[in-house]
């Protein structure tokens, strides 16, 4: 216990001997091992991917437990680095015991670090300036690859159109609207009223302007019946008359 609390206390030539006196030995081998395996157990890598691998899992804790960040709340690995660190967690029979031996308590992992993009990128950044300032440019770039950050999302500003302006205008009371009433037979009567008129009114107007052909067309209709009815009656009388004078002249 000693030890690990003089590797917080040590900064990172601390962290580093402590990691080292987990890392080179069973621990070491059995990790590197684990990388080795096939997909599902395993990340499938060669003898030597597996040792990079490891000596950047080595690097990435030297980091952590240099910074205090036990509670995964400051520094996040890229996603290879992520990889062989969740294949260390998973060993719960040994990664509590590995974690105490360097650093006297857990390192904590965030399953749901990953949800806020805002916070997870701003942890990427802390980790990747803390990397160059301890290692400078030894490490592996190819395992220590960034993510690109999730780009922001920008809110679409709402069209709009003249008509639109023209309906969002205010209408003081007692101003003066043209409306336009459609029937279902597509009819369109125009109204000129006041923001004040009740609506009953306007129906009414229409209601009138509708009846108001149909009167003319009826008075029409009834024109046209009594023109035919003297019609008749002349052609009635002149063949009466025609009928009187060819009897007078017989006679």
């Known amino acids: ?7 917080v206390d040590g900064g990172v030539a601390g962290a580093l001997d402590a ?16 990388f080795e395996r096939p997909l599902g157990l395993g990340l499938a890598l060669t003898a030597r991917e597996a040792k990079a ?10 980091l952590k437990i240099s910074e205090s960040d036990f509670d995964a709340t400051r520094l996040s690995p890229p996603p290879r680095v992520d990889e062989a660190w969740h294949l260390h967690v998973l060993d719960t029979k040994h990664y ?7 650093c006297g308590r857990v390192i904590h992992h965030d399953p749901d ?22 290692y400078g440019d030894r490490y592996d770039k ?26 969002a205008t205010a209408v003081e009371a007692g101003d003066s609207l043209n409306i336009r009433v459609r029937s279902q ?27 108001s ?9 009834t024109d046209g019946a009594s023109t035919a009815t003297r019609r008749r009656r002349i052609s009635a009388w002149r063949k009466a008359a025609r009928l009187i004078l060819l009897l007078c002249l017989i006679s």
Do not use: H, Q
């Open 213 to 221: 052909p149909r009167r003319r067309s009826a008075s029409c209709s």
């Open 185 to 211: 037979t597509s009819e369109e009567t125009f109204f000129k009223v006041r923001t004040t008129t009740k609506l009953s009114k306007v129906l009414m107007r229409m209601r009138s302007a509708r009846a």
């Open 19 to 34: 990691v080292n006196g987990v890392f080179d030995g069973e621990t070491g081998d059995r990790l590197a091992a684990r």
């Open 96 to 102: 509590s015991a590995d974690c105490v031996a360097m």
């Open 1 to 7: 216990m000693a030890a690990s609390r003089a590797a």
């Open 142 to 167: 190819t395992i220590w690859a960034w993510p690109t950050p999730a780009p922001a999302r920008k809110r679409a500003a709402p069209k709009s159109s003249k008509a639109s302006r023209k309906r």
């Open 113 to 134: 670090g990953g949800v806020d993009a805002s916070t997870r990128d701003a942890r990427l950044g802390a980790t990747k300036v803390a990397l160059v300032r301890v």
């Open 53 to 62: 691998r490891l000596t950047a899992l080595k690097k990435f804790y030297v």
